[in-house]
Nanobody, 123 residues
Framework: QVHLVESGGGLVQAGGSLRLSCAASGRTFSGYAMGWFRQAPGKEREFVATTSWSGGSADFADSVKGRFTISRDNAKNTVYLQMNSLKPEDTAVYYC????????????????WGQGTQVTVSS
């Protein structure tokens, strides 16, 4: 069983920054890709960012390009989402997810999910 735990969410003013962490446990994670998704109230879950096992490949939603970065520490089985220049429209519950093999922007291709962490950006 894979267990993902997100942390780092909170309340921040517009223009501020947060760094989310996602710690994975439960099995050997060699070769897995990780992604971040978010869901705002009344909206569908949407893709935010994803990265390959090596961290050498990544993709971002257009809405966060240039503001968010994704990184990972495989020794710690942890992936990070650095969020800068936050906007009120970034307010959502942020989820990390794991899939085996290649990274993906599609939520249905991910195998395991965390419980989510709330990010609230005030104007």
């Amino acid at each position: 069983q894979v267990h993902l735990v997100e942390s780092g969410g909170g309340l921040v003013q517009a223009g501020g920054s947060l760094r989310l962490s996602c710690a994975a446990s439960g099995r050997t994670f060699s070769g897995y890709a990780m992604g971040w998704f978010r869901q705002a109230p009344g909206k569908e879950r949407e893709f935010v960012a994803t990265t390959s096992w090596s961290g050498g490949s990544a993709d971002f939603a257009d809405s966060v390009k240039g503001r968010f970065t994704i990184s990972r520490d495989n020794a710690k089985n942890t992936v990070y989402l650095q969020m800068n220049s936050l906007k009120p429209e970034d307010t959502a519950v942020y989820y990390c997810a794991v899939r085996w093999n290649r990274w993906s922007i599609h939520s249905y291709e991910y195998d395991y999910w965390g419980q989510g962490t709330q990010v609230t950006v005030s104007s």
